[in-house]
């Protein structure tokens, strides 16, 4: 029996680090000092606005613990910082934690997300996990940069209460032999046409991928969306056999290309990305292209039609794109799922099975 329980506390400890990491590379920590002030001023937001003159905060930690007890309402957090040109690989990302009850994010003085509603009609998202991609556009690389938060509190804590707080990268993104992360065409139509290759989205709206559509301010949404992008392969990639990768979605998913269904959520139950207990928005997508069906000179189209049973909806994080059999073996590899309560159970009662049997 000492062998067995020293062979689970070796499991379990092996297992925990990965229970709470972080999907993000750090580039920048945000963790520390933060300016702030209550109140509510959108001037607040430029990202050369003066705020020599604001109280100091620790984030991530609740504003009522650092003299602002019983407060509720509106306040600001900026930071200014730098991120060098030369430390990541691929798109950037903010990760801000949890913010307690609404937020709206300012990168250089550009709205770049938000969850939750403002009063009048407010909605808290005080349990969401905030991710918001950083437009490359908007970066001043090796340069100064400022970030400002517009947060409500309804009532109760307040401010950015837990962490981690980073701007960091995807490291599965230098897995991606072509990205297709990025602005696709979006609509809350359910047509069944809306997968043909030659349906008319010119009238649809954009929406960044990946991140969830709750934080690019379709606010208030559960059901049926449309994803709609294309393409032109390049021609490195004509001969391979190639797999598309959606990251993952929230909540479910059919995926066509070209017109042709070539997956859906269900698909991934029985593959290393089956995740037990965690749910279909955190379980990765990624499906076979069949042979012959992608277009090697011309237009291909990718069309991702997602149900969203409630809370935050969309292809919510990435990588996506397209990605060599070689390349998704090492994706697979890095990224299969034992790191839910469910797998781990099921790891503990099968090493149970073998000392007892």
């Not at 269900?266 to 990624?286: H, I, L, S, V």
């Amino acid at each position: 029996m000492k062998n067995v329980i020293t062979l689970l506390t070796f499991f379990m400890m092996a297992v925990a680090p990965s229970l709470s990491a972080s999907g993000l590379k750090a580039v920048v920590n945000l963790n520390g000092q933060w300016k702030f002030a209550i109140g509510d001023d959108m001037a607040w937001a430029q990202r050369n606005f003066n705020d020599s003159d604001w109280d100091m905060v620790f984030a991530p930690s609740k504003w009522e613990d650092q003299g602002y007890v019983g407060y509720d309402g509106y306040a600001w957090y900026r930071k200014t910082l730098k991120l060098p040109s030369t430390s990541y690989n691929g798109s950037l990302y903010i990760n801000l934690g949890k913010i307690d009850d609404v937020n709206e994010v300012y990168f250089n003085g550009v709205r770049i997300g938000q969850m939750g509603k403002f009063p009048p009609r407010f909605e808290t998202a005080y349990n969401a996990q905030l991710v918001y991609p950083i437009p490359e556009a908007l970066i001043n690389f090796d340069g100064e940069n400022t970030l400002a938060i517009r947060i409500y509190d309804e009532t109760m804590d307040g401010g950015i209460v837990g962490g981690p707080l980073v701007i960091g990268y995807d490291p599965n993104v230098r897995l991606l032999s072509y990205d297709l992360s990025g602005t696709w065409r979006f609509s809350f139509k359910n047509y069944k046409n809306c997968r043909d290759t030659g349906y008319d989205d010119s009238g649809w709206r954009t929406i960044r991928v990946p991140a969830s559509w709750e934080s690019q301010g379709f606010n208030n949404y559960d059901g049926f969306a449309w994803y709609r992008k294309s393409f032109e392969l390049p021609e490195e990639l004509a001969e391979q056999k190639l797999y598309l990768v959606l990251g993952k979605i929230d909540d479910k998913d059919k995926v066509f290309l070209n017109g042709k269904q070539i997956g859906e959520y269900k698909d991934m139950y029985d593959t290393p990305f089956g995740n037990g207990y965690n749910g279909t928005w955190q379980m990765r997508r990624a499906y076979k292209i069949p042979k012959d069906l992608l277009i090697a000179k011309g237009i291909n189209t990718v069309a991702v039609v997602v149900y969203d049973e409630g809370g935050m909806g969309g292809i919510h994080e990435g990588p996506v794109g397209l990605m060599t059999k070689e390349n998704f073996e090492v994706y697979v590899q890095e990224n299969e799922e034992p790191d839910t309560f469910y797998n781990h159970i099921s790891f503990i009662g099968f090493v149970l099975s073998e000392i007892f049997d």
